[in-house]
């Protein structure tokens, strides 16, 4: 498991040939994570729904937190996300 904090995600894709409008394939998903020592980065493999999994406990916990905060609506860039499909991401992990 993580610690909480901010994350680079690339999503590896490619095109699907013969189609009439434009669509992906996802080819692979790494998140790229701090060494022990702190001084470089390891990219790893990561599950696209593990990934999805931990960014909806983070919209929920900003909610509980917002209503907690007395505020009414959800910061919709809480997680940063950044990029195109193509590009690399960033997504917040708090756990």
Do not use: K
Request: proline share 6%; aromatic share 8%.
């Amino acid at each position: 498991m993580l610690p909480p904090g901010d994350y680079r995600v690339v999503t590896d894709e490619e095109v699907i040939e013969g189609l009439s409008f434009t669509a992906y394939h996802r080819i692979s998903t790494e998140i790229f994570v701090p060494t022990e020592a702190g001084c470089a980065v390891e990219m790893m493999t990561i599950d696209p729904m593990d990934l999805q999994a931990v960014h909806e406990q983070d919209v929920a916990m900003l909610a509980v937190y917002s209503v907690w905060e007395g505020r009414r609506s959800l910061r919709p860039d809480y997680c940063r996300i950044a990029g195109t499909s193509a590009g690399p991401q960033t997504h917040a992990i708090n756990n």
